[in-house]
């Protein structure tokens, strides 16, 4: 089925287990492991209903493209995208919390930012089009679940987009390593969209430009900037501190 994705890991197939059972297309599990881990797994999948397949090592790394599948790997048809970003923020309860990513394009980078967003109750993750990587099996395995539970946008035109927001009221605070002003002293109450740029080559020029404020992180080591997920997190927990979330 062409409009499959791949899932793998026990982390991810299990949240989409929970949250979308009937778009569990086949599951392929590793039928030499028999450890406590994968037998609850494999009672989760048959009360879902899901179509279980036994299979070799060969033939779960080429389904993920990894050796670090866990034994666990599932066909999925793709969820229904239910609501645009304006939709979305139309029914953000309180002020909005958003993750925008410029130019992040590692998977790796891009799972974490996802779990962290989620830990943190990020309303959405907005990221550009071009120059960034897109939801597959290795995103979701970073991410742990947080793929199927984090609205992930793509636009066309991440500047335009960031227009829009501020005409929604919400502030657009950027990420740099150069700003004199730190996070810690911005007010991260209000509507709020973070703004964080990829690793070393950091927010292009005219992304910067369109945001409201610039702040960096403080650095007292030798080190000159944190991985854009490390980063993420940092800013998004200190908006929850500050509105005094749990």
């Known amino acids: 089925m062409s409009s499959t994705r791949i899932l793998f890991g026990f982390h991810a197939?299990?949240?989409?287990?929970?949250?979308?059972?009937?778009?569990?297309?086949?599951?392929?599990?590793?039928g030499t492991r028999r450890d406590m881990r994968m037998k609850q797994f494999l009672e989760?999948?048959?009360?879902?209903?899901?179509?279980?397949?036994?299979?070799?090592?060969?033939?779960?790394?080429?389904?993920?493209g990894t050796h670090r599948h866990q034994g666990v790997v599932a066909k999925v048809a793709p969820?229904?995208?239910?609501?645009?970003?304006?939709d979305l923020l139309d029914a953000v309860d309180g002020p909005p919390l958003l993750l925008v990513l410029d130019g992040v394009t590692d998977p790796h980078n891009l799972g974490a930012c996802l779990r962290v967003a989620d830990g943190a109750g990020a309303h959405a993750?907005?990221?550009?089009?071009?120059?960034?990587?897109?939801?597959?099996?290795?995103?979701s395995k970073v991410a742990s679940g947080a793929a199927e539970t984090v609205p992930y946008f793509m636009v066309t035109n991440l500047?335009?987009?960031?227009?829009?927001?501020?005409?929604?009221?919400?502030?657009?605070?950027g990420l740099g390593d150069d700003e004199p002003r730190t996070l810690y002293a911005a007010d991260l109450r209000q509507p709020l969209a973070l703004v964080l740029g990829a690793e070393?080559?950091?927010?292009?020029?005219?992304?910067?430009?369109?945001?409201?404020?610039?702040?960096?992180?403080?650095?007292?080591?030798?080190?000159?900037?944190?991985?854009?997920s490390v980063a993420s997190g940092?800013?998004?927990?200190?908006?929850?501190r500050q509105r005094g979330c749990a």
């Open 13 to 30: 197939v299990s949240i989409r287990l929970k949250t979308a059972p009937g778009s569990v297309v086949e599951l392929y599990v590793d």
């Open 44 to 64: 989760r999948a048959r009360e879902a209903g899901v179509r279980l397949l036994e299979s070799d090592e060969l033939r779960l790394q080429a389904l993920s």
């Open 79 to 86: 969820l229904p995208v239910s609501k645009s970003l304006d």
């Open 125 to 139: 993750v907005i990221a550009p089009k071009d120059h960034a990587v897109g939801l597959n099996a290795t995103v």
């Open 159 to 173: 500047a335009r987009t960031l227009g829009e927001l501020k005409e929604r009221n919400i502030w657009t605070v």
């Open 200 to 228: 070393g080559s950091g927010l292009r020029q005219l992304t910067r430009k369109t945001c409201d404020e610039a702040v960096s992180l403080p650095m007292a080591g030798a080190v000159e900037s944190l991985n854009v």
């Open 234 to 240: 940092i800013c998004l927990y200190e908006a929850v």
